[in-house]
Each structure stands twice: as C-alpha cells, then as structure tokens.
C-alpha cells in the first residue's frame, strides 16, 4: 500500500481507496480473525480465497460509480485492519448507512470512533449528505459504542431484522443528522 491513495487520520490510521490489488492482503485479515468476525458479519464463511474480497471490492467500485456506496479500507501504519463503507446512497434524500469492521487485534483503541468521525464528516461535508444511519448487532457492544460516541442517536431495536447462520438477530438502529455533527 506503498503508493495508494490515502487519506490520513492521524500519524499511524488512514482510510485508504480500494484497489483490486489489495483482495488478497484484505482476506489474508479475514482470514486470520475468522472467529472474532463471524459472530457478527455474515460473510466470513463465504470468505475462502481473495476472490470474494474482490468481488466485493469491485461492487463497491461500481457502486462508487453510480453513487450508492463508497467503500474505505482502514489501514494502521499501512496494513490493512479492516474496512468501513458508506452504502444505500440517497442522493436524493441526501442519506446514507454506514457499516464497519475491525480486526480484533486492533480493537479498543480508539481507532473506530476515529475512523467513523471521518467518514460522517466526509459524507455530510463533501457528499453534502444530511442524515446518517448506523445498524448494530444488538449484542455487538462495542459497535453499539462506536454510535454512540460518534453522537449518533439511538432509534430503536429492529427485532428478528437479520437471518444469520440459521440464528434471528435484533438489530439496533442509531442516527445522525448533518447539523448535530460535532
């Protein structure tokens, strides 16, 4: 990641544009945090090669095209740790959700708040978007407190919102509008 396109967030954190070259590196990360990601994201069975990572990386691509997602890779001291997207891109009613993922070697240090507080001031600044959603595993603590000390308002509990692994998940749903940003 030498040479990519970087937008720093502090001396060691950047968001980083996707590439199709960085597949590999990006499921070699999933790969070895099998355990931790599966209890909240429904992809990591599929995840057998980087082909997958790849796919979705040009679907996020293509979706950055046509104005419904915009996908960042989060790396830490230029190594991959995990992504964060905006996707379900309303230019018309100027909103958007945001979904994230860290490795859990780089967790409960801060750096998904951090990185979270850019991607809003990214999409409320420059994408002149108004309104920002974040959906949470209900038993995923940690990401419900990411929402929350982005400023992000608790709406409610989705119950039964997610089929995953056979298992009903109850989704908790946070927003935030562009004139409570920081």
Request: charged share 25%; net charge negative; proline share 2%.
């Amino acid at each position: 990641m030498k040479h990519s396109f970087c937008l720093a967030i502090d001396e060691s954190l950047s968001l980083v544009q996707p590439t199709l070259e960085m597949a590999q590196e990006l499921f070699e990360v999933v790969d070895s945090d099998r355990d931790h990601l599966r209890r909240f994201l429904d992809f990591v069975d599929s995840s057998t090669s980087f082909e997958p990572q790849e796919q979705y990386i040009k679907m996020k691509l293509e979706g950055y095209i046509k104005g419904t997602d915009r996908l960042f890779i989060i790396a830490f001291d230029q190594k991959i740790i995990g992504c964060i997207d905006l996707h379900f891109i309303d230019t018309t009613n100027k909103k958007a959700e945001i979904g994230y993922w860290l490795h859990s070697s780089q967790t409960n240090k801060g750096f998904m708040t951090k990185v979270v507080n850019k991607v809003c001031a990214i999409a409320f600044e420059d994408m002149g978007l108004n309104k920002l959603s974040i959906r949470a595993d209900a038993e995923n603590n940690p990401s419900n407190a990411v929402a929350i000390k982005n400023g992000f308002s608790f709406v409610g509990t989705d119950k039964s919102e997610f089929l995953m692994y056979g298992e009903f998940r109850d989704l908790n749903k946070y927003s935030l509008l562009k004139a409570d940003f920081n």
